[in-house]
Nanobody, 115 residues
Framework: QVQLVESGGGLVQPGGSLRLSCTASGNIGSIYRMGWYRQAPGKQRELVASISSGDGISYADSVKGRFTISRNTAENTVNLQMNSLKPEDTAVYYC?????????WGQGTQVTVSS
């Protein structure tokens, strides 16, 4: 079983930056894919960025060129560097980890982009 803990959300002005971190524990050796999703009020949860051993890195079109996902296997973390933030990036951001037998979510961290 895998457990995830997120950190790094907050309030930022448009054009600002935030860095989200997700630390995995438990059966981390079986994780083949990790990613960040977000859910804005009244909207469905959507993929922001993912990183996997098989498919590499992918981003939602709306964040390409602004967000960067990275994974540190030694520290069991996956990070999301978010630059040039826009009000439409406001959402609860969730870390996700997949193994062949499980799909685990973190508790979510709020990101608010507002002046």
């Amino acid at each position: 079983q895998v457990q995830l803990v997120e950190s790094g959300g907050g309030l930022v002005q448009p054009g600002g930056s935030l860095r989200l971190s997700c630390t995995a524990s438990g059966n981390i050796g079986s994780i083949y894919r990790m990613g960040w999703y977000r859910q804005a009020p009244g909207k469905q949860r959507e993929l922001v960025a993912s990183i996997s051993s098989g498919d590499g890195i992918s981003y939602a079109d709306s964040v390409k060129g602004r967000f960067t996902i990275s994974r540190n296997t030694a520290e069991n973390t996956v990070n999301l560097q978010m630059n040039s933030l826009k009000p439409e990036d406001t959402a609860v951001y969730y870390c996700n980890a997949q193994t062949t037998i499980s799909n685990t979510w973190g508790q979510g961290t709020q990101v608010t982009v507002s002046s």
